[in-house]
């Protein structure tokens, strides 16, 4: 399911976009294909399209390994919350696009960029309890998914379109874990 970048990152600024897109692409939950749809998008928009775009247009059309780096080097480091990504997790999830080993994947790769002991600790226990229950009855693996789709879901809300609330979701967050299990 390509994901509608124009409408995601809406708004953002660009330091923002390029630290979400590369997390994105590295999670595989946006494609290049994605991004170039985007990026030729705002192109034939832009009357002066910023040069951040431009760049990556080129890019993406003759040098597709080197887009990571640059997406890491277009703008000074900054580290924002893994919780957005957390979201698109549990909507490939929820929406059945992922089965349920790519997310745990996923969701090991966000083990060091998530925010609090807590989410570190779900995250290595589900990858745990994926990795047992992945040789083993179907029935072991359902507990997982459910366990999976209940950690994810308490992300549900972080999208970019809801940012104004994240305040009041990172608040509500320990709420919400202490309900899992």
Known sequence: ??????????????SETAYYLRLGLQLEVVTLADVSDWV?????REEEPNGFFVELYRLLRLRQPDV???LAAAFPPARFTARPALAWLQQRLAGSSWPLGRVSRALYRLRTLVESEVEVGWIYG??????????G???ALQEVYRET???LACY???TFANRPEWLYLDAVLPQRWAGLR
């Open 40 to 44: 030729d998008a705002v192109l034939l």
């Open 126 to 135: 589900l990858a745990a309890d994926y990795e047992r229950a992945a040789s």
């Open 137 to 139: 009855p179907a029935e």
């Open 149 to 151: 789709e209940a950690f």
């Open 1 to 14: 399911m390509p994901m509608d970048l124009e409408a995601e990152f809406s708004g953002l600024p660009l």
């Open 68 to 70: 990571l780096a640059y």
């Open 156 to 158: 549900h809300d972080y």
